[in-house]
């Protein structure tokens, strides 16, 4: 069993999503199922509709899943495992006070010392646990061994006692904390290898250590993907519009691209563009580069332009909301003038919009476009260009440039002789546009 795990509190960006095809890929490869578990046990920070958000964006990169969980549902066994650790030995309550905790942290920089629980109510008796007033977290006992695990991406990584704090697993109102719920639901589900981000390096020992103070035996294998950075090589943040998932959809990046252009952002492959059924067939999580990689969005332009070749003619003209299959030709000819959905509609919309140009350009449009109204509907382009120059002495420069107004509704682009075999069926129409 494979999860992806997103959290309700904000826009799913590019890292969440790549975390989502990787675990859908490596699911299909083991065919074992993939579960969606919405981990919405912080409830101060969830959104309301940002979980169905997450599924349509799911759904809409066809990532498929066997069901959907929502972390909060297994509060009742968060709870009970904790009670069963604090009566083990394993965890305990503890009642400092944020104050306190702040002022010995402060201390503890002061002296150049990093930040550890002090220790203060590990070992307090049961009647002094009684006599306590205030609420108490719950915490786990600091580990006296190291725990190390392999990263298939990373290799074998090992964590001392010391780096593993007496951290809080219960909070005062005994709801879970991120690392408790985690190793819990990974252990209920009976998780057989987790696939995330980096920045969840430092969380694995601490949920490792639950489960094994849980008595699970299973060993899990890991993960963990090198952050992507932005153009400057920072860290991609929420003001990268391109980390959001919604803004390059909204841009004109279709699903086919951003999922080619994530399994390709570095890892090594034979080939540049692919899809992720191709991509299923040959992808190793061992491939996968440990430095950071770096989002290109010329790049990801360059694959989009490249899936949109590869749409056929009605399923792109769907996509920019029409349902006429020449519609889907006349965009292909485009293309290689656009790279995204939204430049293709702005060149289809531009064809079918009212014509500004040139006011030098008045009377050859207006001559032009009167003979076009009186013939018959033309097949070829040469053709039909013949005729008109027959009937009006129009030629060269001073036929071209309107003739593309009057069909195109600009003074350049494709060659026409591409086009017109797609737009003669629409020349009433864009005569009485020009």
């Known amino acids: 069993m494979l999860r992806f795990a997103p959290s309700p509190t904000g826009d799913m ?38 979980d169905l958000e997450i599924l349509e964006i799911l759904n809409l990169f066809k990532i498929e899943y066997s069901q959907v969980m929502y972390q909060s549902g297994n509060l009742k066994f968060h709870q009970q495992f904790g009670v069963m650790l604090v009566q083990n030995g394993d965890a305990f309550n503890c009642f400092c006070s944020e104050d306190e905790l702040e002022q010995y942290r402060e201390q503890s920089i002061k002296n150049n010392i990093a930040p550890r629980y002090s220790g203060k ?32 991406i990373r290799g074998k990584l090992e964590f001392s006692s010391d780096d593993i704090d007496s951290f809080v697993i219960l909070r005062t ?28 390096v430092s969380n694995t020992p601490k949920q490792i250590l639950i489960q094994q103070k849980l008595g699970y035996k299973r060993e899990l294998e890991y993960a963990h993907l090198p952050i992507i950075l932005n ?11 391109a980390s959001s998932i919604k803004w390059l959809l909204e841009t004109g990046f279709i699903p086919e691209a951003i999922t080619n252009y994530l399994i390709l952002l570095g890892n090594s492959t034979n080939n540049e563009i692919f899809t992720v059924e191709e991509a299923i067939k040959w992808f190793n999580l061992k491939t996968i580069s440990k430095a950071p990689a770096k989002f290109d969005i010329d ?40 790279s995204t959905l939204i430049e293709l509609k702005n060149k289809i919309s531009a064809i079918f919009s009212k014509r ?6 008045t009377e050859q449009v207006k001559i032009i476009k009167n003979v076009i109204s009186e013939m018959n509907i033309i097949d070829n382009y040469e053709d039909f260009k013949r005729e008109i120059t027959n009937r009006t002495g129009l030629k060269g420069k001073m036929l071209f440039k309107p003739l593309r107004i009057v069909l195109t509704g600009a003074e350049n682009g494709p060659d026409l002789v591409k086009l017109y075999p797609y737009l003669k069926n629409y020349l009433s129409e864009l005569i009485a546009l020009s």
């Open 299 to 338: 790049k990801l332009r360059f694959i989009n332009r490249e899936h949109l070749k590869k749409l056929s003619s009605i399923d792109l003209a769907k996509r920019l909301g029409y349902f006429d299959e020449s519609i889907g030709e006349i965009a292909k000819i485009y293309i290689e003038e656009a």
């Open 13 to 50: 960006h590019i890292g969440n999503l790549r975390v989502a095809i990787f675990n859908y890929i490596v699911s299909k490869q083991r065919n074992e199922k993939l579960i969606i578990r919405i981990e919405d046990t912080d409830i101060e920070r969830n959104i309301q509709g940002k």
């Open 231 to 241: 153009i400057d090589g920072k860290k991609m943040s929420k003001r990268d519009n």
């Open 121 to 152: 109510c590990e070992k307090l008796t049961a009647d002094e646990i009684f006599n306590k007033n205030s609420q108490a977290v719950v915490r786990m006992k600091k580990s006296g061994n190291s725990i190390s695990f392999n990263d298939l």
């Open 173 to 200: 109102d005994k709801t879970p904390t991120y690392n408790f719920a985690c190793a819990v639901d990974d252990m209920l589900s009976d998780i057989s290898i987790i696939i995330r981000g980096e920045d969840h």
């Open 356 to 361: 500004e140009f040139d006011e030098l350009l």
